[in-house]
């Protein structure tokens, strides 16, 4: 079992960052990629970022590679999004996920391939 906190979302002006913070409890998070997703007002949850269970490998969507970045400590059992060059476009609900699969696909972000979520933390980015 795996549970999973978000938080450090708030209000930001367009072009500011933020770094948002998923805290995990049970002793298999270092076991477990990670996933950060995203729901915006009336739009389906939506891929944003994943890293592989040691921390090596990490992938983006599209729309934010080179503006986040994903990473965990292992040992604080933390994981992290930082997220810069900030659009209003970013406005949504963030989720932290975690996957035990022994595949692939949660690195582009299978919703299938993720046994565990948190509630969300809403970000909102003003123009």
């Known amino acids: 079992q795996v549970q999973l906190v978000e938080s450090g979302g708030g209000l930001v002006q367009a072009g500011g960052s933020l770094r948002l913070s998923c805290a995990a409890s049970?002793?298999?998070?270092?076991?477990?990629?990670m996933g950060w997703f995203r729901q915006a007002p009336g739009k389906e949850q939506e891929f944003v970022a994943a890293?592989?269970?040691?921390?090596?490998?990490?992938y983006y969507a599209a729309s934010v590679k080179g503006r986040f970045t994903i990473s965990r400590d292992n040992v604080k059992n933390m994981l992290y999004l930082q997220m810069n060059s900030l659009k209003p476009e970013d406005t949504a609900v963030y989720y932290c996920?975690?996957?035990?699969?022994?595949?692939?696909?949660?690195?582009?972000?299978?919703?299938?391939?993720?046994?565990?979520w948190g509630q969300g933390t809403q970000l909102t980015v003003s123009s």
């Open positions: 890293i592989h269970w040691s921390g090596t490998g990490t």
């Open positions: 049970g002793r298999t998070f270092s076991r477990h990629h």
């Open positions: 996920a975690a996957s035990s699969s022994d595949g692939i696909s949660w690195a582009s972000g299978a919703k299938f391939e993720y046994d565990y």
